[in-house]
């Protein structure tokens, strides 16, 4: 094993490119958790919306503070509840400035709290959504990876999009990435029984990664059993350097570029 390469000052910047600083579990102490992620460096967090109440959370959150940006959908989880109400809604917010993504959306057969048909609706009806506003997806995969990558084929996001703490083999990475798609790499990355996405993170191209925490879950190494905060995300930049043979600064940079290329079709 090489050695951790180590944060120090000289890191420029870096997004957490997926945090949900909505959650009930960061009401007591957001200002500390916003505090301590400056002060590592990161300059951006995306709020993700999965609902419609959360992704109006978000949307005020980004409005409120100015290194924080939104997207609003409706997790999978969430699908079986969504009415052309909630399309309208989301559809009103997603043309807000500070809204630069639409999701999470997508699949998960792991819980299977909507049905599957049903979400596989939403999803399609939600990439369309996204086109038309002209904003990239943030794509939920659990337990779901053949039917999203035909989903996908058939109804490609314009704007391409990330599959969030990717859990595919690499396999299907190179059809994904053939496709234009960024892969999102999360805590995770960093557990010792982690070999598929090792070997997606070492293979992925420098110019198609991202870095998230997905807080307040995953928390990574070694930090697994609490809830998990942007500053974390400096885990899984050292392990990605590891595995990448780079520097953390490195790491930090790209990732960065990536995000804002992703990211950026508003202006940040
Ligand atoms: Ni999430």
Known sequence: MNEL?????SIHTLWDTHAHLDDKRFKSDL??????AQEMG???????GHSEESSCRSVEMAEKYDFIYASVGVHPHDAKDCTPRTWET???WARRPKVVAWGEIGLDYYRDLSPRDVQKTIFIEQIELANAAGL???????DAHGDLV???KDHPPEKGGVFHSYSGSWEMAKGLLHQGFYLSFSGPLTYRNA??????????PADRFLVETDCPYLPPEPFRGQRNEPVHVRKVVERLAQLKNLTVDQVAD?????????FGGKGL
């Open 136 to 142: 990239p997806v943030i794509i939920h995969d659990r």
């Open 90 to 92: 989301l559809n009103r």
């Open 254 to 262: 790209l990732s960065t570029a990536n995000a804002e290329r992703l």
């Open 5 to 9: 390469p180590l944060f120090n000052d």
């Open 150 to 152: 035909r989903t996908v």
């Open 31 to 36: 200002a500390e958790v916003l505090r301590r």
């Open 42 to 48: 990161i300059r951006r967090i995306l709020n993700v």
């Open 195 to 204: 070999r598929q996405a090792a070997e997606v993170a070492a293979h992925v």
